[in-house]
């Protein structure tokens, strides 16, 4: 049933008509018309709310992944879809390897620390045994104690060397 100008038409197919003979039928022709605006419309809307809902906050993902190479940390969304857990997961992701980086940087630190203290010492015993006027017994006390603080920089990265064969 189809209405034109207050006026309703039964149609009925009694025979295909060829496509060329349809375009003379003015109703058809309106109908085909308007049906093609719908489905532009149809799709103009669909491809935005995909765009809207789907398209852009991936992108803004990747935005924040390439923000946190530089320096920038992502902050967490509500959304409670997939791409909201993909994010809020990369979010933690990233708080736990920036607590990882700040103990490494804290066990380099402890470990430099504890390097430099035998190694001041032994600098420093070194250079007194290049004062010619020092007797035999204190220059083998003097690398007594060079030997004995190489031992302890020895044992520091030997720790050092195991604590990184069991992380690995």
Known sequence: IVSVNNT?????IIEYLKIDNVKDIPVVEDLLKIETIIIGVLLLCLTSVIYINIVKPILNIQKDMDNYKVGIKPTKTSRRDEIGMLKNNFVKLTRKLDKEKDMKNKIIASISHDIKTPLTSIMGYAERLQN???????????????????QNIKEIIDEFDDYLSYNL
């Open 8 to 12: 309703s038409y039964l149609i009925t």
């Open 132 to 150: 010619k006027d020092m007797s035999e017994d204190r220059k083998k006390r003097y690398i007594e104690i060079i030997y004995s603080k190489s």
